[in-house]
């Protein structure tokens, strides 16, 4: 496997590591949005969210808070946005499943720029019945 993240776990490429647990590592992204941008990773190889163990979820998402809390008190970030791309289609260009911890401050330049959909009459319903079906 060719994976960039893969070899970064496995020290075969550096990182400016900040948080490293049994199941997790978390480091500088090269390519901040703002500077402080944390990427959290679980050391196995997983291609989204739905495929990783919950050891290793759990284990991310304690990292991503406390990541979250020092981009606050060190960084003096004014707020933080947690995001997850799973899948190309969804903007994953590294195929290793990653969260992104990345500090906000309110003269940044980051704005996000979905569209809102609204359902047809009915729809809503329909959509809440098949997820609730899949679970």
């Known amino acids: 496997m060719d994976c960039i993240f893969c070899k970064i776990v496995k020290g075969e490429l550096p990182c400016e590591k900040v948080l490293e647990t049994e199941n997790v590592l ?5 390519y901040p949005v703002n500077k402080g941008h944390v990427l959290v990773i679980p050391k196995k190889h997983y291609f989204r969210l739905d495929e990783i163990d919950n050891p290793s979820l759990h284990q991310m998402i304690e990292a991503a808070q406390r990541i979250a809390s020092a981009q606050v008190y060190a960084l003096s970030a004014e707020g933080y ?4 791309n799973n899948g190309e ?3 994953q260009e590294i195929l290793h499943a990653h969260l992104h911890v990345i500090p906000r401050f309110s003269n ?3 704005r ?3 569209r809102h959909l609204e359902y047809s009459e009915g729809e809503l319903a329909q959509y809440g019945q098949r997820l609730r079906e899949s679970l």
């Open 89 to 91: 289609v969804a903007g």
């Open 81 to 84: 946005n947690l995001l997850m």
């Open 26 to 30: 978390a480091f500088m992204d090269l």
């Open 108 to 110: 940044d330049q980051m």
């Open 112 to 114: 996000f720029g979905w």
